[in-house]
Structure formats: structure tokens, C-alpha cells
């Protein structure tokens, strides 16, 4: 019994091997199995065969390497605000609520200092 376990061990390792060799052989499905002297339904029975094998063993991957949820919250209320792009490059940004006389004593800082 061992040994018929052996022989589909060895026979998945084989056609594993077709598999990855077709990938980079650029060949279509029946050019390939001509060329390597296999028979097609062969192939299209392994590939599926080892594709469902693939597809179990990542879903089983995703289940254990799952990360926990982290819930995040964001303000629901937008403040306005202004951004300054000044002409050295620097950003000033300002937040929301600035009266207008702060503002204007902030622009003509800037403009006496050379930076608008």
C-alpha cells in the first residue's frame, strides 16, 4: 500500500515539474504535450488535479495567517482650515477658526521677513 502512495507521491512531483516547465515554455497547451511526447488530457487532469491541491492549502494559509481587526475611527467633523504655500517653498498651514486680524498680523510678519 505504501508503495501505491509512493508512486502518486512521485507522479504529482512529475507532474508538478510539467506544470512549472510548461509556464516558461511559452508553447500552447498542445504544442507543449507534442513536444514532450504527453498526453493532453493527462495534463489537463493534473493541472486541475494539483491547482485544486494549491488552492486548498492557501485558503488554509489565509485562515491561520489572519491578522485581528483593528476597528479605526475618523472625525466625522471637517475643520477648515488654511494652507499657505509661500514662495520659499514652505508650507504654513493654519487651523480652523483664525479671526482675520490674526491672519493679517501673520501675513505681514511673513512679507517683512522676505518669505511671500
Known sequence: MSKAKKSDTDQQQFWQMVLDTFKSSGLSIRQFCKQEGLSEPSFYAWRK????????????????????FIQVSLPTEKHGGLELVLSSGNTLRISSP????????????????GLC
Open 49 to 68: 488535479r494539483l491547482t485544486q491541491v494549491d488552492e486548498s492549502e492557501a485558503d488554509k494559509e489565509v485562515v491561520c495567517q489572519s491578522e485581528p
Open 98 to 113: 483664525a479671526d482675520s486680524q490674526t491672519l493679517t498680523t501673520v501675513l505681514s510678519a511673513l512679507c517683512e521677513a
